[in-house]
Every structure is written in C-alpha cells, then in structure tokens.
C-alpha cells in the first residue's frame, strides 16, 4: 500500500516542506520513506520510496548530479526531499532543471525540520490508509457475498456494485442487450439514457468501439478496462470488465467512471462483481435447464396425448404453474423445410441445432416479456409452446403476430420460418387437440412459410375433420384423379375449373386462360370423352371445386 506526494505533503510534519521542481509527479506513490547520505545511494533503493537526504553524499558536480536524476527516476523513485542549511544551501539547479524535465518531485525542507518525525508521519500514514483499504476490502467481500448467497437476479448484483463504488452500473450479454443497471446520482451520458431506453447498447456505438479496437482487447482480457468515451457519439469514460464463463466472454459490466477515477479497490470490486455475475448466470443457466427438462416432459406429454396417465408428470406440471383445468393454444414452429426435404425433418447438422437452440431462446425471451409462461419443447426440426387461451382468442392472435414479427427481425433472413397455431382448448385433452390442429395445418400450407392460424383456415378444418379418408380418396378419383392419368400436365384440370367457375362461357374462358376459342372447345371435346354426361352435372362441378380447391389439404390426408 501507498500514499501519493501529494497525500504526504498535507501532513502536518511536512507543513514547511515546499516542492522546488517535478510538480507534474506528485502523484507518483510513496512505498516507504529512505534516510540516506552516502554517494553510492542507487544499490540502496528499489523504487516506490521518498528518499530523505541532507545533501551531505550529494554529488557536487552537474553533469553527475543530472545522470543521478535520470537513474533516480528510471528506478520509479517517489522524489526526492533535500535538507536545506547545514550541508547544502539550496538543491542545485542542475537537479532541478532534470527533474521538471523527467517529473521527479524535489522536495525542501529547512534544517529544523526532524527526518524523523516526517519517516514517522508518512509511515503513520500508509499503516493506516492499509488498514482503511483492508476495512474496504472486507465491506468489499462482505458486500458481495451477501449478494452472492441472496440475490435474486442480476439487479442485486448491479446495485451492490453500485453502492460500493458510487458509480452507475449496467451488466449487458455479450450481444449488448442489458441485462440489469443501478443508477448512482449522477448525470447520465446519452449513451447510457439511450441504452436504457433501447435496452441494449446503442449499435452504432457497438461498431465505433469495434472500428476502435477496443472490443477485441476486451475479448483478450481477464481484467477491467477503461475506456476514454466516444466524445463524437455522446459516451463518456467507462469502465468494462468481461463476465467470463469457462473462459468465454457471456457478458460485460459497464461502470460510468465519472470525472473522479475509480481506485484500485474499485476495480477490484468490479472484477469481483463480474466474477459473481458470472456464477449468478451459470446457476440460472441450471436451474433452466432443469425448468426445461420438466417444462419438455410434461409438454412431450401433453401434445401426445398421455399426461392423464402420469400421477408425477401432473405434479411436475403444476410445480411449474400448468393449471389442467385451464385453457390452452398450441404453436408450432418450424424451420420451414427446403426442397430436398419434408415438413418434419432431423437435425443432421450442428448449425441446424445451434439454429432452433437459438430460435428457442428467442421464443423464451418473448413469451417473458408478455408475461406467459415457458411451456416448450423441441421435435426434430420443430419448437412446440403453450399459450394460455384465458387471454381470449384477439390477444392472443395479437401476441403471435408480435412473436412472429420479433422472430422475422431476430433471425437471419435467409432462414425460412414456419408458425402454425392451433385452437384454443380446455385442459390437458385440449392440448392435445390443439396441437393435432397446429401440426396439420404445418402440413398442408402453402407457402409453407409465415404464420398460420387453424381457426382461419376453414377448408383445412373441414377437410381434416372428415373422418372417412376412402370418400376422399374417391371423391379425388373421381374427378381430378381421372385427369391426372390422362393428362398430368394439368392443362385440362386448368381448364376444367375455368370453365366452371365461368359456367361454361367458352369466350370468357378463353379469355381467361388467354387461348383461343378453338382450343377451349377442343378441351371440351376431350373432357366429354373422359368424363361423359357427368361434364353437365352441376354436383359434379361443385366436387371438382371442391377437391381443387383443398386438393393440399387432401394429397396431405391421404398420403398418411
């Protein structure tokens, strides 16, 4: 431990001491006070220390006294204090010019001023600002322990720093979202009122610091950094110190430094604090996953139907606030699949699974914000969730579209998303059903990205509720399965339709389909030929309409 020059010269034994040269180091720290008057002084000193001398040793002539001064001060010498009117009459002028050039302090004190009464004030001094820091350090570690065993969230954190240092602190993830803050009386910056508005660190401040450098040095460091601002963006000095997890940066706790710098203790206490979120973030991160393990349980349950049968799964279920008794919504979301693959798929890669895992996260994130429970779990390429149906049937399409939209802004746009959402059901039975609806809805869409309601789709559910799949499989025979072998190109099944919606106008269908008159009636002529009088029954017409127009929904149905 320290005190400064500048510290010791406020002392009343060194009242009379006056500084004659190298006013600019006077917060150099002294370690320890040295009384020495021998020529050879330089194998007696080891930095840090005020060496007191009565000039007695003193070299007499210039150009040694200016090479004492330069190795004086290459050592970290604290300064040097000169007794005035027994040996010497006054510091030579030599050492004077050298050491305002270096900013080594040069000190004066006259004859009856006592060495040892300066030794003894400055050691006085250091003992007992070490023992002010060793009461800081232990408030320090009783403060944060306490934080360690009772807060609750990372806010505890944030204002237990804040109370130590006196300083504004907010702790944000690695991708600069905030995560909690504790404001210190004090003006904020405009960068720190827009990240608490916007709730993350503005990104044009993000990129200013990258363009500087400054965050690949974070990245790289294990200690707190300060940061002189971005004067040009409205961001003050900082200081930042990284929340490391097995070496991993997850985090950052940010400390509005203020014009007063923070001490070394301070930023102790920072490290400290960072080390405590740290291993606050790592306990949530099992608690979440045990939260997930039972919430992917009873949820695996639910949507297959077998939750009734688990005595233990409906006391899980309720431990995590599951009312079966209530009433539920189940969505679907699903990485939209490609061409090379179906509706469902595995995960074969880890860019996929690293992709629905972060999908996931972001699902979570906003059900929290609106206040919902976290009931998810995960199938193959698919993320499954609750949503309490108390909210009524408005909010709740209103909270998906602002899911969906929040998931559109999140994820990169070449990933197609898929949102199938079922009705709203009483009870555990009602899950299930709400589920059955999203997942076939999943599988008859089109396009098969963006989000879909089961309740809006009125053809799907009349199609899906049909229980008879053979009458919808003669039903298509009949109709469009007699044109598929006949002509699988489609040119006649196009003109069918045409025609009927047209009431078999031959002109305004040939106006339609954008052919001529001729080549509608040679159509017709080879529709008479597949499907006989049957081409003049209007419950005919009303069939083919019907399976064209759901003919997804039944190629879906069928295929199963």
């Not at 961001?235 to 923070?262: F, K, S, T």
């Not at 969730?385 to 998906?400: A, D, E, K, T």
Request: charged residues 25%; aromatic residues 8%; proline residues 5%.
């Amino acid at each position: 431990m320290a005190i400064t020059i500048r510290e010791a010269l406020a002392l009343e034994a060194l009242r009379q001491v006056r500084v004659i040269a190298g006013h600019k180091g006077l917060d150099r720290k002294i370690r320890w006070v040295h009384i020495i008057d021998i020529p050879e002084i330089l194998p007696w000193l080891r930095g840090g220390e005020l060496l007191l001398t009565t000039g007695f040793g003193f070299p007499k002539d210039a150009a040694t006294q200016i090479s004492l001064i330069r190795a004086l001060n290459e050592i970290q010498l604290a300064g040097v204090l000169f007794e005035t009117g027994k040996f010497i009459q006054k510091v030579p002028p030599a050492v004077v010019k050298e050491a305002d050039r270096v900013g080594l302090p040069i000190l004066e004190a006259p004859y009856e001023v006592r060495f040892v009464d300066i030794t003894e004030a400055i050691h006085r001094k250091i003992i007992a600002k070490q023992y002010e820091i060793l009461q800081r350090a232990e408030e320090i570690h009783r403060v944060l322990s306490r934080a360690a065993l009772e807060a609750e969230d990372l806010s505890d954190i944030a204002r237990a720093l804040a109370s130590l240092i006196g300083k504004s602190v907010t702790i944000e993830s690695a991708e600069f979202q905030l995560l909690a803050h504790c404001e210190v009386g004090q003006e904020m910056d405009k960068v720190r009122q827009e990240t608490l508005i916007q709730s993350r660190t503005p990104p044009e401040v993000v990129k200013a610091l990258e363009a500087k450098g400054f965050l690949d040095a974070l990245k790289m460091s294990y200690e707190p950094l300060r940061f002189d601002g971005l004067p040009e963006l409205g961001m003050g000095p900082r200081v930042v110190c990284p929340i490391r997890i097995a070496g991993e940066v997850v985090g950052y706790v940010w400390i509005l430094e203020g014009p007063q710098p923070l001490s070394d203790l301070d930023l102790r206490a920072a490290e400290q604090a960072a080390t405590l979120a740290a291993l606050h973030i790592l306990r949530q991160q099992a608690i979440s996953i045990v939260e997930s393990r039972i919430h992917h349980t009873f949820v695996d349950a639910l949507i297959r139907g077998e939750f009734e049968r688990s005595p233990g799964l409906r006391e899980r279920a309720r431990l995590v606030g599951f009312d079966p008794s209530a009433e539920y919504a189940v969505g679907i979301l699903s990485l939209a699949p490609s061409t090379e693959r179906g509706r469902k798929w595995a995960l074969t890669s880890r860019e996929d699974f690293d992709l629905r895992e972060k999908i996931g996260k972001l699902l979570r994130h906003k059900l929290n914000t609106f206040g919902l429970p976290q009931f998810i779990t995960y199938s193959l390429n698919q993320i499954i969730f609750l949503f309490p149906g108390s909210i009524g049937w408005s909010q709740l399409r209103s909270q998906v579209r602002e899911l969906w939209g929040h998931l559109q802004n999140s994820v990169p746009k070449d990933v197609p998303l898929l949102l199938t959402v079922g009705n709203i059901h009483k009870g555990a039975p009602g899950v299930a059903r709400s589920y059955e609806e999203a997942d076939k809805l999943a599988e008859v869409v089109q396009p098969p990205v963006g989000v879909y309601f089961y309740k809006e789709h009125t053809l799907a559910r009349l199609m899906w509720e049909l229980q008879d799949h053979g009458v919808l499989r003669q039903l298509r025979e009949e109709t469009i399965g007699r044109l598929n072998e006949v002509d699988p190109s489609g040119i006649l099944l196009q003109t069918l339709r045409t025609l009927i919606v047209t009431q078999f106008n031959r002109r305004k269908a040939a106006r339609i389909l954008g052919i001529h008159r001729n080549t509608v009636n040679y159509r017709i002529y080879r529709l008479q030929q597949i499907f006989g009088d049957l081409l003049e029954d209007p419950q005919f017409w009303a069939k083919v309409l019907l399976i064209t127009e759901t003919q997804n929904y039944v190629s879906a149905l069928i295929q199963r």
